[in-house]
């Protein structure tokens, strides 16, 4: 896809960092995701992805810089109050709320945008039917399966009418088929302007979805650029490789 | 090891009508029962972590302190059924002697009590650091998977550890039977009030803590009854409980806990 | 979930069977201590990992690397007797490996060095290392075999009455991997030793890893670093999506475009 | 809407059980209006316990609030009976709110341990602040306002009171049980850091449902206060009731609408009855039961019919 830079700006990062004591899990990261595009966060293990996904949605604290979501500062916003704005999540490990029915579990989100018991039921309805899960609406979500967890996690992140999406790695573990059909569901999430930004690690999904990537390696920004672009660049192998330097 | 055990004090209580049954049934002295209910008291402790704590390893953290709280309601109970609800206390042949070191006037029974108390801290001193289980106590606590790695059976730990501290709660509440007066239902949780203040003013999981947040206990309850009101002795260790966990979860002495 | 048109970016992945070629064990080298039998491995309706097949022979070090997610870390639960295979065999000195909690595996002889080290931070380096030798066996031993771990890693000795907790990245691990050492074990499993450490240290690291190998003790490193790992090992496994996609002797997988293209997935 | 419905006719049944009681002959009004207490008292302590997940072992403090509200208001103040359990209520609600905004930073047990010295320092304040509150001797109501010229000594007018009360209660949490505040506090109680992903505010909730939950367990206090007409703080204040209130909730399933209730007449009932036997002993049963709970039952009575119902009605729609 071609870049266009008259799109508007929907999430910016600028110089991000977090320390955690004397470590820099993130080391001023910046970048800018816009409407209706997918921005792929890479690296290896430990490179910092999932600390800098977790200060972008504020449940853990930048140490510097800011993070602008349409145009309003929301470095120091405690989580739910960029959910209300508009900025959606998913959790590595599926968090169900176990005592409830998968119905339930969507409709918790679903008060956010419609107060009402029925139009909430309505709406969270209406996510379980995206997802796929609708025929399992009555069934307690403890019992779902993985692959079916991680389809609750998408119903519920997209139940609060996100206008950014931060997934964070939900392709992992799916057998093949599961995972063609979840990178054309991801797809289609960005036909209505809706912003994605992904960690993930399996790199056929990244590379095929993002129009851009970023890639951590200790913390840092070591790369960025389209897929074509990342995947030949030698710093990206070295680092993914672990070619420290050579001996 | 991080279980609150809400049961604790109630053990004190078994302890100290150990000691009134054996004194008067058998004419037992108290430090003569002590030797026999050290033992009794870590069977006792082993088997009630194993039929009953062990099994609650994978549940909300909650249910350890309700369970516990189960216990301490059956023991008070049962003692309650057993012996009436009027206080009973011990008087032995030496209850009121006293010895005069300088110009001070201590109780034979304090000293004694005194006495065992720098033992069994030594003691515990000795074991932890000094001993092999000791040290796969302190390696469990520090990290329990690090410690099942290196061969220690960290479930095993688990009933020792209660069964220690059962058997010490009994043995505490034996020394003190002859200067106070016990009843089933009210001295126990006192006790366990008592047991949660000093633990968390000197940090979880730490033997020095728990020494210097026992002694910080007294000196705060002695300062605050002589110098603000006597009638709230007990409300001011309370206060620097609610303060500490609020200011200071970690306790006083203790150490932020590091994952390596 | 919705069918969506779209624009074929879809790639159908290519059919990556492993060429049991160069590399092959061996037959003179008699028993395998740690034999994995085309295992099957998942947890409920998931299959993680299918038909790995993997050998560890005595004196050598074994690499087994995979981008994340690859079934790396299952292989290793399924090792340590924390997960049953569903199809397959893992046989320890020729043994089945049951079910079991950790400590019945060090029991077994076999030592681990987990992922984020797990020492004990409030403990002294010698305390940490001495705790290695708990068992009844290895206690027998432990002034020699204390000595031995300090001998490969003097840096440790200058600090052995220094709180772990106080210790570099780099040194922590080498008290993790002694503290192994200590168990006087017949295998050791190592997952991730490289993981969160800067690019100093985890050279310092993977020296540390090959001085142990050269004692003679039979290794399993579990690494996500591909290139440290090539460098220090005899063989190496490669998993991507739970199949093993190459194996052989180290030093013919450098540079192999198989590797590149299991962990960048082009 | 179906399930709001479902759930008057269950309340309506309730009251109607409620008002045909007394006319049995032979009714004992003492044992009946314990239940019905406990049966609000449980409830209310719910409400955060169980809904929102806060294990409170302090709320005797509230049941102390409200009845010594009662008492020290009339007969110190001056005030009417309805003004006293308002301002007692009132009480209630600035403490929670005070309470919870210093302690819902505290992890899990840490919350519970906090709760119980919290209620622990204000038994010590009622005991030592004779002047006021009558002290460790506890505090003669002797005589009360005739509210619509009712006798609160009448132990029939304080049975019905009592019904209203455990009636308002459950009518309370039946009317969020199926709302959006419902639901908020159960995402609370299973996950906050999930909760806030769906946009909600955990510590609002927690406070409001704390509020909420300290206001009708005052309430509650100040018809045990009138039944009781001899306020004792050594019972009002003191844990063995906190203890009491909680396992009653949590025996018969917490967090959900009719568990409290259930425990209540599974705990009440027998431990009343047997009080002769068992004497002062009767918090044995409580003891026994939340052992074989934890153990066996982790999710209450209710609790696990109402998941074994859910399993069977999706597995029979399933075919």
């Given at each position: 896809?071609?870049?266009?830079?008259?799109?508007?700006?929907?999430?910016?990062?600028?110089?991000?960092?977090?320390?955690?004591?004397?470590?820099?899990?993130?080391?001023?990261?910046?970048?800018?995701?816009?409407?209706?595009?997918?921005?792929?966060?890479?690296?290896?293990?430990?490179?910092?992805?999932?600390?800098?996904?977790?200060?972008?949605?504020?449940?853990?604290?930048?140490?510097?810089?800011?993070?602008?979501?349409?145009?309003?500062?929301?470095?120091?916003?405690?989580?739910?109050?960029?959910?209300?704005?508009?900025?959606?999540?998913?959790?590595?490990?599926?968090?169900?709320?176990?005592?409830?029915?998968?119905?339930?579990?969507?409709?918790?989100?679903?008060?956010?945008?419609?107060?009402?018991?029925?139009?909430?039921?309505?709406?969270?309805?209406?996510?379980?039917?995206?997802?796929?899960?609708?025929?399992?609406?009555?069934?307690?979500?403890?019992?779902?399966?993985?692959?079916?967890?991680?389809?609750?996690?998408?119903?519920?992140?997209?139940?609060?009418?996100?206008?950014?999406?931060?997934?964070?790695?939900?392709?992992?573990?799916?057998?093949?088929?599961?995972?063609?059909?979840?990178?054309?569901?991801?797809?289609?999430?960005?036909?209505?302007?809706?912003?994605?930004?992904?960690?993930?690690?399996?790199?056929?999904?990244?590379?095929?979805?993002?129009?851009?990537?970023?890639?951590?390696?200790?913390?840092?920004?070591?790369?960025?650029?389209?897929?074509?672009?990342?995947?030949?660049?030698?710093?990206?192998?070295?680092?993914?490789?672990?070619?420290?330097?050579?001996? | 090891?991080?279980?609150?055990?809400?049961?604790?004090?109630?053990?004190?209580?078994?302890?100290?009508?150990?000691?009134?049954?054996?004194?008067?049934?058998?004419?037992?002295?108290?430090?003569?029962?002590?030797?026999?209910?050290?033992?009794?008291?870590?069977?006792?402790?082993?088997?009630?972590?194993?039929?009953?704590?062990?099994?609650?390893?994978?549940?909300?953290?909650?249910?350890?302190?309700?369970?516990?709280?189960?216990?301490?309601?059956?023991?008070?109970?049962?003692?309650?059924?057993?012996?009436?609800?009027?206080?009973?206390?011990?008087?032995?042949?030496?209850?009121?002697?006293?010895?005069?070191?300088?110009?001070?006037?201590?109780?034979?029974?304090?000293?004694?009590?005194?006495?065992?108390?720098?033992?069994?801290?030594?003691?515990?001193?000795?074991?932890?650091?000094?001993?092999?289980?000791?040290?796969?106590?302190?390696?469990?606590?520090?990290?329990?998977?690090?410690?099942?790695?290196?061969?220690?059976?960290?479930?095993?730990?688990?009933?020792?550890?209660?069964?220690?501290?059962?058997?010490?709660?009994?043995?505490?509440?034996?020394?003190?039977?002859?200067?106070?007066?016990?009843?089933?239902?009210?001295?126990?949780?006192?006790?366990?009030?008592?047991?949660?203040?000093?633990?968390?003013?000197?940090?979880?999981?730490?033997?020095?803590?728990?020494?210097?947040?026992?002694?910080?206990?007294?000196?705060?309850?002695?300062?605050?009854?002589?110098?603000?009101?006597?009638?709230?002795?007990?409300?001011?260790?309370?206060?620097?409980?609610?303060?500490?966990?609020?200011?200071?979860?970690?306790?006083?002495?203790?150490?932020?806990?590091?994952?390596? | 979930?919705?069918?969506?048109?779209?624009?074929?970016?879809?790639?159908?992945?290519?059919?990556?069977?492993?060429?049991?070629?160069?590399?092959?064990?061996?037959?003179?080298?008699?028993?395998?201590?740690?034999?994995?039998?085309?295992?099957?491995?998942?947890?409920?309706?998931?299959?993680?990992?299918?038909?790995?097949?993997?050998?560890?022979?005595?004196?050598?070090?074994?690499?087994?690397?995979?981008?994340?997610?690859?079934?790396?870390?299952?292989?290793?639960?399924?090792?340590?007797?924390?997960?049953?295979?569903?199809?397959?065999?893992?046989?320890?000195?020729?043994?089945?490996?049951?079910?079991?909690?950790?400590?019945?595996?060090?029991?077994?002889?076999?030592?681990?060095?987990?992922?984020?080290?797990?020492?004990?931070?409030?403990?002294?380096?010698?305390?940490?290392?001495?705790?290695?030798?708990?068992?009844?066996?290895?206690?027998?031993?432990?002034?020699?075999?204390?000595?031995?771990?300090?001998?490969?890693?003097?840096?440790?000795?200058?600090?052995?009455?220094?709180?772990?907790?106080?210790?570099?990245?780099?040194?922590?691990?080498?008290?993790?991997?002694?503290?192994?050492?200590?168990?006087?074990?017949?295998?050791?499993?190592?997952?991730?030793?490289?993981?969160?450490?800067?690019?100093?240290?985890?050279?310092?690291?993977?020296?540390?890893?090959?001085?142990?190998?050269?004692?003679?003790?039979?290794?399993?490193?579990?690494?996500?670093?591909?290139?440290?790992?090539?460098?220090?090992?005899?063989?190496?496994?490669?998993?991507?999506?739970?199949?093993?996609?190459?194996?052989?002797?180290?030093?013919?997988?450098?540079?192999?475009?198989?590797?590149?293209?299991?962990?960048?997935?082009? | 809407?179906?399930?709001?419905?479902?759930?008057?006719?269950?309340?309506?049944?309730?009251?109607?059980v409620g008002l045909a009681l007394p006319l049995l002959p032979g009714t004992n009004f003492s044992l009946l209006i314990t239940l019905?207490?406990?049966?609000?008292?449980?409830?209310?302590?719910?409400?955060?316990?169980?809904?929102?997940?806060?294990?409170?072992?302090?709320?005797?403090?509230?049941?102390?609030?409200?009845?010594?509200?009662?008492?020290?208001?009339?007969?110190?103040?001056?005030?009417?009976?309805?003004?006293?359990?308002?301002?007692?209520?009132?009480?209630?609600?600035?403490?929670?709110?005070?309470?919870?905004?210093?302690?819902?930073?505290?992890?899990?047990?840490?919350?519970?341990?906090?709760?119980?010295?919290?209620?622990?320092?204000?038994?010590?304040?009622?005991?030592?602040?004779?002047?006021?509150?009558?002290?460790?001797?506890?505090?003669?109501?002797?005589?009360?306002?005739?509210?619509?010229?009712?006798?609160?000594?009448e132990r029939r007018?304080?049975y019905?009171?009592?019904?209203?009360?455990?009636?308002?209660?459950?009518?309370?949490?039946?009317?969020?049980?199926?709302?959006?505040?419902?639901?908020?506090?159960?995402?609370?109680?299973?996950?906050?850091?999930?909760?806030?992903?769906?946009?909600?505010?955990?510590?609002?909730?927690?406070?409001?449902?704390?509020?909420?939950?300290?206001?009708?367990?005052?309430?509650?206090?100040?018809?045990?206060?009138?039944?009781?007409?001899?306020?004792?703080?050594?019972?009002?204040?003191?844990?063995?009731?906190?203890?009491?209130?909680?396992?009653?909730?949590?025996?018969?399933?917490?967090?959900?609408?009719?568990?409290?209730?259930?425990?209540?007449?599974?705990?009440?009932l027998?431990?009343e009855l047997?009080r002769s036997?068992?004497?002062?002993?009767?918090?044995?049963?409580?003891?026994?039961?939340?052992?074989?709970?934890?153990?066996?039952?982790?999710?209450?009575?209710?609790?696990?019919?109402?998941?074994?119902?859910?399993?069977?009605?999706?597995?029979?729609?399933?075919?």
């Amino acid at each position: 896809m071609p870049a266009s830079r008259a799109s508007p700006s929907i999430l910016q990062a600028e110089r991000v960092s977090v320390r955690f004591g004397g470590l820099r899990a993130v080391d001023d990261v910046s970048f800018r995701l816009e409407c209706g595009k997918i921005l792929g966060l890479i690296g290896p293990n430990g490179a910092g992805k999932t600390t800098l996904f977790n200060a972008l949605t504020g449940y853990v604290p930048l140490s510097s810089g800011r993070v602008t979501y349409l145009g309003s500062d929301v470095s120091r916003s405690p989580p739910f109050e960029r959910t209300r704005k508009g900025m959606g999540r998913t959790f590595q490990i599926e968090r169900p709320f176990e005592g409830l029915t998968v119905l339930e579990n969507v409709l918790i989100p679903a008060f956010l945008r419609f107060p009402g018991r029925g139009d909430a039921e309505a709406w969270a309805g209406e996510c379980l039917e995206r997802v796929g899960l609708a025929d399992r609406r009555k069934q307690l979500s403890s019992e779902l399966n993985l692959a079916r967890r991680r389809r609750l996690e998408l119903a519920k992140a997209l139940a609060v009418k996100p206008r950014v999406l931060f997934l964070d790695e939900i392709m992992a573990g799916l057998n093949p088929p599961a995972l063609t059909e979840m990178i054309e569901f991801v797809l289609s999430l960005t036909l209505d302007g809706t912003a994605i930004l992904m960690v993930e690690h399996i790199m056929q999904a990244v590379v095929e979805l993002s129009d851009h990537i970023i890639v951590l390696a200790f913390g840092k920004k070591i790369a960025e650029g389209t897929p074509e672009v990342v995947t030949s660049s030698p710093l990206v192998i070295e680092a993914y490789l672990g070619g420290v330097d050579d001996a | 090891m991080r279980i609150i055990n809400f049961s604790h004090g109630d053990f004190v209580v078994i302890g100290m009508y150990t000691a009134i049954v054996l004194y008067t049934q058998l004419g037992w002295d108290p430090l003569l029962s002590l030797l026999v209910a050290l033992p009794l008291g870590f069977l006792l402790g082993v088997v009630l972590e194993r039929l009953i704590l062990s099994r609650l390893v994978d549940v909300p953290e909650g249910s350890t302190l309700l369970a516990t709280l189960g216990l301490s309601l059956v023991v008070q109970n049962t003692l309650m059924l057993s012996f009436g609800a009027s206080p009973r206390s011990l008087n032995v042949a030496y209850g009121s002697a006293t010895v005069n070191l300088g110009p001070m006037t201590l109780s034979v029974i304090q000293l004694v009590a005194g006495g065992i108390v720098l033992v069994v801290i030594a003691g515990l001193y000795l074991f932890l650091n000094y001993t092999e289980r000791g040290q796969a106590v302190r390696a469990t606590s520090q990290n329990r998977l690090g410690a099942e790695l290196v061969g220690i059976n960290t479930r095993s730990v688990h009933s020792l550890v209660f069964g220690v501290g059962v058997a010490l709660s009994v043995a505490a509440g034996i020394i003190l039977i002859p200067q106070l007066f016990v009843t089933p239902v009210i001295t126990g949780p006192v006790f366990t009030l008592k047991a949660f203040v000093v633990t968390v003013l000197g940090g979880l999981g730490n033997v020095w803590g728990a020494i210097g947040g026992g002694l910080l206990l007294g000196v705060v309850e002695v300062l605050g009854a002589a110098y603000i009101s006597f009638d709230y002795r007990d409300a001011y260790g309370l206060v620097a409980f609610l303060l500490i966990l609020l200011l200071r979860p970690e306790g006083l002495f203790g150490r932020t806990v590091k994952r390596v | 979930m919705r069918d969506v048109a779209h624009d074929g970016r879809d790639r159908s992945s290519e059919d990556y069977s492993s060429e049991n070629s160069a590399g092959r064990t061996p037959a003179d080298r008699g028993d395998p201590i740690l034999q994995i039998d085309s295992v099957d491995l998942g947890y409920d309706e998931l299959l993680v990992v299918s038909g790995v097949s993997l050998e560890v022979y005595g004196g050598e070090l074994v690499g087994l690397v995979g981008g994340n997610g690859s079934g790396k870390s299952t292989i290793l639960r399924a090792v340590s007797g924390m997960i049953q295979p569903r199809a397959g065999r893992i046989l320890f000195g020729g043994r089945a490996v049951g079910k079991g909690s950790p400590h019945q595996m060090a029991e077994m002889g076999i030592a681990h060095v987990p992922m984020g080290r797990q020492l004990f931070p409030n403990m002294t380096v010698e305390q940490n290392l001495a705790l290695g030798a708990y068992l009844p066996e290895p206690r027998k031993h432990r002034a020699g075999s204390l000595a031995h771990v300090y001998d490969l890693f003097p840096d440790l000795h200058g600090k052995r009455k220094v709180v772990a907790a106080a210790l570099s990245g780099g040194q922590q691990q080498m008290i993790a991997i002694g503290r192994a050492l200590m168990l006087r074990p017949k295998l050791l499993i190592m997952d991730e030793p490289s993981l969160g450490l800067a690019p100093r240290l985890v050279k310092e690291v993977m020296q540390a890893i090959r001085l142990v190998s050269q004692t003679g003790l039979p290794i399993l490193l579990v690494e996500q670093n591909v290139k440290q790992v090539l460098q220090i090992s005899d063989r190496t496994y490669v998993l991507e999506n739970g199949k093993l996609v190459v194996e052989g002797p180290s030093k013919q997988l450098m540079g192999d475009e198989k590797i590149r293209r299991a962990y960048l997935g082009l | 809407m179906k399930r709001f419905s479902g759930s008057l006719a269950q309340l309506a049944l309730f009251i109607a059980v409620g008002l045909a009681l007394p006319l049995l002959p032979g009714t004992n009004f003492s044992l009946l209006i314990t239940l019905l207490l406990f049966i609000g008292l449980a409830t209310s302590w719910d409400i955060l316990g169980g809904w929102t997940g806060q294990t409170s072992l302090g709320h005797a403090a509230f049941v102390g609030i409200g009845a010594y509200a009662l008492a020290l208001g009339t007969n110190r103040l001056g005030l009417d009976a309805i003004s006293a359990v308002q301002l007692g209520v009132g009480v209630a609600v600035l403490f929670a709110l005070l309470w919870g905004s210093l302690t819902f930073g505290l992890r899990g047990s840490y919350f519970t341990l906090s709760t119980i010295a919290i209620a622990e320092i204000l038994r010590l304040a009622a005991i030592n602040e004779a002047w006021f509150t009558g002290g460790s001797a506890g505090l003669f109501i002797s005589s009360l306002p005739e509210p619509f010229g009712l006798d609160l000594f009448e132990r029939r007018v304080e049975y019905y009171l009592a019904l209203v009360y455990a009636a308002s209660v459950l009518a309370c949490v039946m009317w969020f049980a199926s709302g959006r505040f419902g639901y908020e506090m159960r995402a609370v109680r299973e996950d906050e850091a999930a909760a806030q992903a769906s946009g909600i505010n955990p510590t609002r909730i927690k406070l409001r449902a704390f509020a909420l939950s300290g206001a009708l367990t005052a309430l509650g206090g100040g018809v045990y206060g009138a039944y009781l007409s001899f306020l004792d703080p050594h019972n009002l204040f003191f844990l063995p009731l906190s203890v009491q209130i909680a396992l009653t909730a949590i025996i018969g399933g917490r967090g959900t609408v009719w568990g409290p209730a259930l425990g209540a007449t599974l705990l009440i009932l027998p431990a009343e009855l047997f009080r002769s036997v068992f004497a002062e002993a009767n918090l044995l049963i409580y003891g026994l039961l939340i052992l074989i709970v934890t153990l066996f039952v982790p999710r209450g009575l209710i609790g696990e019919l109402e998941r074994y119902l859910l399993r069977r009605r999706y597995a029979r729609e399933q075919g």
